[in-house]
């Protein structure tokens, strides 16, 4: 069975970090693992507290998954430090490991901010370089690319220039600012648009974290980058056209909707 790692923080009310990642991973048909950056007290109306862990605890952890199970893809989500972002960033290029995606989790939908200020040149320069593919939304695609975004044409501008900064593919997510499901992705010898299924839905909690996650399973059960992406934006079209409706604010996803009819 193929196997894939998620380093994220915990989500309390279950909707986004690492329970979504072992959701997502779990329904796409292979075995999740995890290693646990922060804990947070969240729901769907925002985030309480972050409780951050510990450098050595991190790299313990993923030292006790690396030496034992091997992971076909890693997944990397929530870390809010500087201190983090380096112990994993030392500890994957130590264990050579392979089909890295980065999800530069920076605000929360919910709004809230989920990064210190000083840890996202720290992700620049430590993780970015190690990673398959980056994937972020549009806020978070201006931040690192320096573009506006308002237009598709500011899309594929912005992804062109994170790929020229950063060295890796960029998968520059629709929505928020542009009003479809369409994301562009961006390799450093290909470009091209993926059209996905706008779907009326306002629970978006973890929306991120699952598509970066389904990415990561599908590059871990040996599928191209294309195909990978267009796979996990299949999964997570179905996750919210199951309708799934929780919570007082943005609800969480229907992550087992595969399982609905069984």
Not at 144 to 152: D, V
């Amino acid at each position: 069975m193929k196997t894939a790692l998620s380093i994220a923080g915990s989500d309390s009310c279950g909707g986004a970090g690492i329970q979504a990642d072992i959701k997502t991973i779990t329904t796409n048909g292979v075995y999740a693992m995890t290693a646990i950056t922060a804990l947070t007290a969240q729901n769907t109306l925002g985030v309480r507290a972050i409780q951050e862990s510990s450098p050595d605890f991190l790299k313990q952890q993923l030292d006790a998954v690396f030496e034992d199970i091997f992971p076909d893809a890693v997944k990397i989500g929530m870390v809010s430090s500087s201190e983090l972002i380096c112990v994993i960033a030392e500890r994957l290029q130590f264990y050579s490991a392979k089909n890295i995606v980065v999800d530069p989790v920076m605000i929360a939908t919910s709004g809230s901010s989920l990064m210190k200020t000083n840890a996202i040149q720290t992700l620049i320069d430590k993780l970015f370089p190690l990673a398959t593919i980056i994937t972020p939304n549009i806020p978070e695609s201006e931040v690192l690319s320096g573009i506006k975004i308002s237009t598709h044409a500011d899309m594929e501008r912005a992804a062109k220039e994170m790929v020229n900064r950063f060295g890796c593919a960029v998968l520059c997510k629709g929505g928020h600012n542009i009003n479809d499901a369409n994301d562009f992705l961006c390799t450093p010898s290909d470009a091209m648009w993926i059209p996905g299924i706008r779907i009326n839905n306002p629970n978006t909690h973890g929306t991120g974290c699952t598509l970066s996650s389904a990415i990561a399973a599908n590059l871990a059960k040996d599928f191209s980058l294309y195909e990978s992406v267009v796979k996990a934006k299949a999964y997570i079209s179905g996750a919210l056209a199951a309708m799934l409706d929780l919570g007082n604010g943005s609800g969480p996803l229907n992550h087992a909707f595969v399982l609905a009819n069984k």
